[in-house]
Protein backbone atom coordinates (compact mmCIF):
# COMPACT_ATOMS: atom_id res chain seq x y z
CA UNK A 1 0.00 0.00 0.00
CA UNK A 2 1.32 3.45 -0.53
CA UNK A 3 1.82 5.59 2.06
CA UNK A 4 2.79 9.35 0.49
CA UNK A 5 1.40 12.34 2.23
CA UNK A 6 1.62 15.51 0.38
CA UNK A 7 0.35 18.41 1.59
CA UNK A 8 -1.71 20.92 -1.07
CA UNK A 9 -1.01 24.69 1.03
CA UNK A 10 -3.98 26.91 1.13
CA UNK A 11 -2.71 30.16 -0.85
CA UNK A 12 -3.83 33.57 -0.94
CA UNK A 13 -2.44 36.13 -3.40
CA UNK A 14 0.53 37.06 -1.17
CA UNK A 15 1.26 33.62 -0.54
CA UNK A 16 1.25 32.88 -4.47
CA UNK A 17 3.53 35.18 -5.27
CA UNK A 18 5.93 33.99 -2.64
CA UNK A 19 5.55 30.66 -4.15
CA UNK A 20 6.48 31.39 -7.40
CA UNK A 21 9.39 33.73 -6.09
CA UNK A 22 10.91 30.95 -3.93
CA UNK A 23 10.24 28.30 -6.94
CA UNK A 24 12.06 30.99 -9.48
CA UNK A 25 15.02 31.03 -6.94
CA UNK A 26 15.11 27.36 -6.29
CA UNK A 27 14.85 26.62 -10.07
CA UNK A 28 17.44 29.43 -10.99
CA UNK A 29 20.25 28.24 -8.15
CA UNK A 30 19.55 24.50 -9.81
CA UNK A 31 20.99 26.05 -12.98
CA UNK A 32 24.45 26.23 -11.37
CA UNK A 33 24.52 23.87 -8.34
CA UNK A 34 23.14 20.71 -6.98
CA UNK A 35 19.84 20.54 -5.07
CA UNK A 36 22.03 19.66 -1.91
CA UNK A 37 24.70 21.96 -2.16
CA UNK A 38 21.98 24.67 -2.10
CA UNK A 39 20.57 26.23 1.15
CA UNK A 40 17.45 27.51 2.55
CA UNK A 41 19.52 31.02 3.38
CA UNK A 42 20.59 31.00 -0.75
CA UNK A 43 16.73 30.47 -1.67
CA UNK A 44 15.10 32.71 0.30
CA UNK A 45 17.66 35.61 -0.30
CA UNK A 46 17.24 34.77 -3.85
CA UNK A 47 13.28 34.68 -3.90
CA UNK A 48 13.77 38.66 -1.44
CA UNK A 49 11.46 36.37 0.95
CA UNK A 50 11.98 35.73 4.92
CA UNK A 51 12.76 32.33 6.32
CA UNK A 52 9.56 32.61 7.97
CA UNK A 53 7.62 32.93 4.42
CA UNK A 54 9.48 30.08 3.33
CA UNK A 55 8.21 27.95 5.93
CA UNK A 56 4.92 29.29 6.28
CA UNK A 57 4.65 27.63 2.12
CA UNK A 58 7.33 24.70 2.30
CA UNK A 59 9.18 22.41 4.94
CA UNK A 60 12.07 21.84 2.42
CA UNK A 61 13.77 22.09 -0.55
CA UNK A 62 12.13 19.14 -1.50
CA UNK A 63 9.37 20.43 -0.68
CA UNK A 64 9.30 22.67 -3.58
CA UNK A 65 9.75 20.16 -5.91
CA UNK A 66 6.77 18.19 -5.19
CA UNK A 67 4.72 21.37 -4.85
CA UNK A 68 5.97 22.56 -8.38
CA UNK A 69 5.38 19.10 -9.63
CA UNK A 70 1.96 18.70 -7.63
CA UNK A 71 0.55 21.92 -9.21
CA UNK A 72 1.44 20.66 -12.91
CA UNK A 73 -0.47 17.65 -12.00
CA UNK A 74 -3.46 20.14 -10.83
CA UNK A 75 -3.19 22.15 -13.72
CA UNK A 76 -3.17 19.00 -16.37
CA UNK A 77 -6.36 17.88 -14.43
CA UNK A 78 -7.94 20.83 -14.93
CA UNK A 79 -7.62 21.56 -18.29
CA UNK A 80 -8.52 17.57 -18.89
CA UNK A 81 -12.13 18.10 -16.87
CA UNK A 82 -12.22 21.49 -18.85
CA UNK A 83 -12.27 19.89 -22.49
CA UNK A 84 -14.34 16.41 -21.38
CA UNK A 85 -16.21 15.27 -23.73
CA UNK A 86 -19.11 12.32 -23.26
CA UNK A 87 -16.84 9.42 -24.91
CA UNK A 88 -13.53 8.93 -23.15
CA UNK A 89 -10.66 8.75 -25.17
CA UNK A 90 -7.12 7.60 -23.89
CA UNK A 91 -5.35 9.50 -27.02
CA UNK A 92 -7.21 12.68 -26.15
CA UNK A 93 -5.96 12.78 -22.49
CA UNK A 94 -2.59 11.87 -23.32
CA UNK A 95 -2.17 14.43 -25.21
CA UNK A 96 -3.44 17.16 -23.58
CA UNK A 97 -0.91 16.05 -20.63
CA UNK A 98 1.77 16.18 -22.53
CA UNK A 99 1.36 19.59 -24.02
CA UNK A 100 0.98 20.29 -20.12
CA UNK A 101 4.08 18.73 -19.57
CA UNK A 102 5.63 20.21 -22.72
CA UNK A 103 5.02 23.61 -20.70
CA UNK A 104 7.10 22.74 -18.44
CA UNK A 105 9.77 20.99 -20.05
CA UNK A 106 12.95 23.11 -19.46
CA UNK A 107 12.29 22.93 -16.00
CA UNK A 108 11.82 19.19 -15.64
CA UNK A 109 15.44 18.90 -18.00
CA UNK A 110 16.52 21.02 -15.50
CA UNK A 111 15.68 18.83 -12.85
CA UNK A 112 16.64 15.63 -14.74
CA UNK A 113 20.32 17.03 -15.51
CA UNK A 114 20.78 17.85 -11.73
CA UNK A 115 20.44 14.04 -11.18
CA UNK A 116 17.02 14.22 -9.34
CA UNK A 117 14.76 11.67 -11.27
CA UNK A 118 14.56 9.63 -8.41
CA UNK A 119 12.80 12.68 -6.42
CA UNK A 120 10.94 13.32 -9.42
CA UNK A 121 9.54 10.57 -10.12
CA UNK A 122 8.89 10.31 -6.57
CA UNK A 123 6.77 13.54 -6.81
CA UNK A 124 4.72 11.98 -9.59
CA UNK A 125 3.64 9.05 -7.33
CA UNK A 126 3.10 11.36 -4.34
CA UNK A 127 0.99 13.79 -6.62
CA UNK A 128 -1.21 10.80 -8.67
CA UNK A 129 -1.95 9.40 -5.42
CA UNK A 130 -2.62 12.92 -3.90
CA UNK A 131 -5.56 13.36 -6.86
CA UNK A 132 -6.65 9.69 -7.01
CA UNK A 133 -6.05 8.53 -3.76
CA UNK A 134 -8.73 5.03 -3.06
CA UNK A 135 -9.77 3.88 0.49
CA UNK A 136 -8.44 0.28 0.57
CA UNK A 137 -7.33 -0.53 -3.30
CA UNK A 138 -6.66 -3.77 -4.27
CA UNK A 139 -2.46 -5.11 -4.46
CA UNK A 140 -3.74 -5.85 -8.29
CA UNK A 141 -4.97 -1.86 -8.30
CA UNK A 142 -1.36 -1.09 -6.36
CA UNK A 143 0.84 -2.86 -8.86
CA UNK A 144 -1.29 -1.51 -11.89
CA UNK A 145 -1.42 2.07 -10.53
CA UNK A 146 2.72 1.94 -9.80
CA UNK A 147 3.06 0.50 -13.23
CA UNK A 148 1.10 2.95 -14.85
CA UNK A 149 2.81 6.14 -13.07
CA UNK A 150 6.42 4.17 -14.03
CA UNK A 151 5.33 4.24 -17.67
CA UNK A 152 4.15 7.60 -18.42
CA UNK A 153 6.98 8.86 -15.93
CA UNK A 154 9.42 6.87 -18.08
CA UNK A 155 7.98 8.04 -21.49
CA UNK A 156 7.88 11.89 -20.41
CA UNK A 157 11.37 11.36 -19.07
CA UNK A 158 12.46 9.65 -22.47
CA UNK A 159 10.90 12.39 -24.39
CA UNK A 160 12.85 15.54 -22.86
CA UNK A 161 16.02 13.44 -23.44
CA UNK A 162 15.36 13.07 -26.31
CA UNK A 163 15.06 16.51 -27.15
CA UNK A 164 10.82 16.25 -27.71
CA UNK A 165 11.36 15.61 -31.35
CA UNK A 166 7.75 14.59 -31.49
CA UNK A 167 5.15 16.39 -31.01
CA UNK A 168 2.69 15.68 -28.19
CA UNK A 169 0.27 14.00 -31.04
CA UNK A 170 2.69 11.54 -31.97
CA UNK A 171 3.84 10.52 -29.27
CA UNK A 172 0.36 9.82 -27.91
CA UNK A 173 0.06 7.53 -30.90
CA UNK A 174 3.14 5.60 -30.43
CA UNK A 175 2.27 5.12 -26.82
CA UNK A 176 -1.62 4.18 -28.07
CA UNK A 177 0.01 1.52 -30.71
CA UNK A 178 2.53 0.38 -27.90
CA UNK A 179 -0.90 -0.15 -25.59
CA UNK A 180 -2.74 -2.15 -28.37
CA UNK A 181 0.04 -4.15 -29.45
CA UNK A 182 0.35 -5.06 -25.56
CA UNK A 183 -3.26 -6.02 -25.67
CA UNK A 184 -3.32 -8.23 -28.85
CA UNK A 185 -0.01 -9.97 -27.51
CA UNK A 186 -1.80 -10.78 -24.28
CA UNK A 187 -4.92 -11.84 -26.19
CA UNK A 188 -2.56 -14.72 -27.91
Known sequence: MHNFTIEKKKTNK????????IVTALFDLLKAKDLEDIT????????????????R?????????????????????????????????IQDMLITTLCQFQKHSSDIKLLLDRKL??????????SFYYLYSQERPSR????????????????????VRNGMIETPEQLAKIYYRILKLRCQTEKN
Open 14 to 21: SNLFTRAC
Open 40 to 55: ISEIVKRAGVSRMGFY
Open 57 to 89: NYISKEDIIEQYVLDIFLDTIAEIEASQTLHFD
Open 117 to 126: DALLHSCYEK
Open 140 to 159: IREYSTRMFIGEIFNLEMAW
